[in-house]
T-cell receptor, first 109, second 113 residues
Framework: RKEVEQDPGPFNVPEGATVAFNCTYS??????FFWYRQDCRKEPKLLMS???SGNEDGRFTAQLNRASQYISLLIRDSKLSDSATYLC??????????FGKGTTLSVSS | DVKVTQSSRYLVKRTGEKVFLECVQD?????MFWYRQDPGLGLRLIYF???????EKGDIPEGYSVSREKKERFSLILESASTNQTSMYLC????????????FGQGTRLTVV
């Protein structure tokens, strides 16, 4: 069975902290990788795609290690508004997105 | 602005009823999906469709069926609702090709009593 595994947390951090989330996937044929963010009682929304060379979007950095089948998300200088559930998502050719169960982040002042 | 619209935000149905959840997208996407989300279990794929009249079973299709008669509309049908189908149902769509994201509707919280 194809799976995406994440540490569920919760991660409780103070404002300004750096926090990292990790994710592993079981199918080496996976082609596309994403991090989604889901706020309480809302639908998931794309945070960022993850590219083989690693990519950065402001305070967020995503990395992919295909050999280890491992994806990471780093959040620097955490804000209160970063509190949410972060979903690791994997896609193989011709199939639907496969979601991890999510990691909950709570940022406090 | 891209949009996936689910017909109801909240729904309460009785055990044994036939339930229709409707989803419409305005982005001309080929792929459409139905997921359910439960605490501790995450998002689980029920069915997906990659073209009109085409459907594929996901991880948990039992007790559900789908219909895609038009490209923009994907319906999820609970043939005979049961209490264990109480859940948040999320519809999504995506283009057929490329390293592209899926866009979600706002979700339907279904309670079966």
């Amino acid at each position: 069975r194809k799976e995406v595994e994440q540490d569920p947390g919760p991660f409780n951090v103070p404002e300004g902290a750096t926090v990292a989330f990790n994710c592993t996937y079981s199918n080496s044929a996976s082609q596309s990788f994403f991090w989604y963010r889901q706020d309480c009682r809302k639908e998931p929304k794309l945070l960022m795609s993850v590219y083989s060379s690693g990519n950065e979007d402001g305070r967020f950095t995503a990395q992919l290690n295909r050999a280890s089948q491992y994806i990471s998300l780093l959040i620097r200088d955490s804000k209160l508004s970063d509190s949410a559930t972060y979903l690791c998502v994997v896609k193989e050719a011709g199939t639907a997105l496969i979601f991890g169960k999510g990691t909950t982040l709570s940022v406090s002042s | 602005d891209v949009k996936v619209t689910q017909s109801s935000r909240y729904l309460v149905k009785r055990t044994g009823e036939k339930v229709f959840l409707e989803c419409v997208q305005d982005m001309d996407h080929e792929n459409m999906f139905w997921y359910r989300q439960d605490p501790g279990l995450g998002l689980r794929l029920i069915y997906f469709s990659y073209d009109v009249k085409m459907k594929e079973k996901g991880d948990i299709p039992e007790g559900y069926s789908v219909s895609r008669e038009k490209k923009e509309r994907f319906s999820l049908i609970l043939e005979s609702a049961s209490t264990n189908q109480t859940s948040m149902y999320l519809c999504a769509s995506s283009p057929a090709t490329g390293n592209t994201e899926a866009f979600f509707g706002q979700g339907t919280r279904l309670t079966v009593v």
